[in-house]
């Protein structure tokens, strides 16, 4: 039990690690209007997914499986939500300063967890019924693939 409660200890410490890992991987990427990839997004998109993603889809989850018993969650398309909701006008420092926050709060909401909190359950129509313990691991997931793929085009990544 000890293990599993350290574990989890290191994945709210995750949460709180990530805007300074951010910000030092966006810190050596020098034009953030550039796409990363042929293509693909840029920093300035990448960030704002995030942070969309997160205010949209996964943040809420997570509440909802505290506060309902076994809770559905709909599908949700964050390309389609992108070229419906992106402005590319809006200051990237306004967009992290939310990202933070985010994952600042919930670290510490997640620190304040009962520990039988965490096999409470939510499930979605494609991925199926998961723990709470799961969607964190999720979102922890999602955020840091952005991340590796910040990381991938900073100087000397390659």
């Known amino acids: 039990m000890e293990e599993l409660l350290e574990y989890r200890q290191r994945m709210i410490s995750r949460f709180a690690q990530v805007p300074g890992l951010i910000d030092q991987t966006i810190s050596k990427i020098h034009d953030h209007a550039e796409p990363l990839e042929q293509q693909g997004w840029n920093v300035h998109q990448i960030i704002t997914h995030m942070r969309d993603v997160n205010r949209e889809v996964y943040l809420p989850r997570l509440h909802r499986i505290m506060s309902e018993e076994d809770p559905v969650f ?6 389609d939500w992108m070229v419906n909701h992106y402005d590319p006008n809006e200051s990237l420092d306004t967009i992290m300063k939310e990202f933070r ?3 600042l709060s919930t670290a510490d ?3 304040e967890l009962a520990p039988d909190s965490w096999n409470r359950n939510g499930s979605h129509p494609t991925i199926g019924n998961h723990s709470m313990q799961w969607w964190t691991e999720r979102t922890l997931a999602h955020i840091f693939e952005h991340l590796l793929q910040l990381e991938g085009s900073t100087p000397g990544s390659s």
């Open 74 to 79: 709909e599908n949700f398309d964050g390309d």
């Open 109 to 111: 909401w997640l620190g």
């Open 101 to 103: 926050e985010q994952c």
